[in-house]
């Protein structure tokens, strides 16, 4: 019985199984919360906040590829003064973010058209769901619109958004190189901030599934929507500085001029968006790029980040395997741990603050190797967990003490009223 006690009060003292030990509840408590991953709730309140704070370190980090050229052209108040779309306060008196006039999407995709070398892809963002009249009679631009997008002799592709249940032009619309998809986004409104930070993949209206226009541009190959909507599918935001953005693929017009200045070559296999950017557009988005800010984009600079994020994480984000998170978390732990000890070991006032030493070392481990496994290897790592888990136990070994206290105080207190 002495030797088991002794050994008892050896394993106490000895730091390194102390830390094995720790380890090894780390691993335990990480499975629990495996089991519950693919929960929509743990990832709005957990994984999402952790992706966009991580995000704020990469946003300012420039990121080019081969393909795609992403340009998006704009209808910004230059766009709309040069048309007469605006007041004397500089603002629409109709909603022309989201619902522009007929003539000006025709007078677009007439200029597309007469590129040198045409675009690969090309997105008009706009309310394209009712006509221009009423939902009976449809206006000469309607009718002028729908007789350019059957014109057959065009090869690239033009997406429209369905995103009604109704659409007057997908029964008018017979080209197939005319395609109507979605462009639905995910942003938390329990949270009340609104902010957008993933994509859905697919929309259902009319028992017909509409693949979001993120996965068509890049050109991933769906076949099971419901799978891919439980794997990862953030967008990784970029600032944008003026007509610079950080994603050196993607550049900024406002101006016809301005596409036809362009080298012709850069619109090879390129996509061209078509959207509004001004305040009275209905299409505007809140975004993270920043620890303690937010700030608004226009609904087709939230799609060009996407896609470039897609061909970032090759098709998709994919969170680490189960089996080297299990490693990371108990090697997180048996580290934090150890140098914890040791510190309290040589330093002995900083007992007191033996959880709080352990909990910042845990989240600065983790931090370090999530961001180096991100950037090296494209896989996800929330780092903000093994903190939270063990925040949660450390908490609850605090508060357990004094329940087991207030509980032996209540039973001697009725045994002395006895």
Not at 30 to 43: A, D, G, T
Not at 199 to 225: A, G, H
Not at 348 to 357: A, R, V
């Amino acid at each position: 019985m002495f030797t088991f006690f002794k050994f008892i009060h050896f394993l106490k003292r000895n730091i390194f199984i102390k830390s094995i030990l720790f380890g090894l509840l780390g691993v335990v408590t990480y499975l629990l919360y495996l089991s519950l991953f693919n929960i929509e709730y743990m990832r709005e309140t957990i994984e999402d906040p952790a992706f966009r704070y991580f995000n704020a370190f990469l946003s300012d980090k420039t990121e080019s590829f081969s393909k795609p050229n992403i340009f998006i052209f704009e209808v910004n108040n230059k766009y709309l003064k040069e048309r007469n779309l605006l007041d004397e306060d500089n603002r629409t008196n109709k909603n022309y973010g989201y619902f522009l006039p007929r003539k000006y999407i025709i007078e677009f995709i007439q200029h597309v058209d007469k590129l040198t070398i045409k675009p690969r892809y090309v997105l008009i963002d706009f309310n394209l769901n009712y006509p221009s009249n009423s939902l009976n009679q449809l206006s000469v631009d309607d009718n002028k619109l729908i007789a350019l997008l059957n014109d057959k002799s065009r090869k690239y592709k033009i997406f429209i958004p369905h995103n009604r249940k109704y659409n007057f032009l997908e029964n008018k619309v017979t080209n197939k190189n005319v395609i109507f998809c979605s462009t639905l986004l995910s942003a938390n409104k329990d949270e009340g901030d609104e902010i957008t930070k993933r994509f859905e993949t697919y929309e259902t209206i009319n028992d017909k599934n509409y693949t979001n226009i993120i996965l068509l541009l890049s050109e991933n190959n769906i076949t099971n929507y419901n799978q891919y909507h439980v794997i990862e599918n953030r967008i990784l935001f970029k600032n944008r500085i003026n007509n610079h953005n950080f994603w050196n693929n993607i550049h900024y017009y406002s101006t016809f001029n301005d596409m036809y200045e362009t080298s012709p070559d850069r619109y090879k296999e390129g996509i061209i968006l078509f959207g509004a950017n001004y305040i009275d557009s209905k299409d505007i988005h809140k975004v993270q790029t920043s620890i303690f800010d937010n700030h608004d984009i226009a609904g087709v600079e939230v799609i060009a980040n996407a896609v470039m994020s897609l061909y970032y994480f090759d098709n998709k984000l994919k969170a680490i395997d189960p089996n080297e998170a299990l490693f990371l978390i108990f090697m997180y732990a048996f580290i934090a741990k150890l140098i914890t000890l040791i510190f309290i070991k040589y330093i002995h006032p900083l007992k007191n603050y033996e959880t709080s030493i352990f909990i910042g070392l845990f989240f600065i481990i983790s931090s370090v190797y999530s961001y180096y496994i991100f950037i090296i290897y494209k896989l996800w790592f929330n780092y903000l967990i093994p903190v939270l888990i063990w925040s949660i136990y450390d908490g609850f070994n605090s508060i357990f003490p004094l329940i087991l206290g207030t509980m032996k105080k209540s039973s001697l207190l009725k045994t002395e009223g006895k």
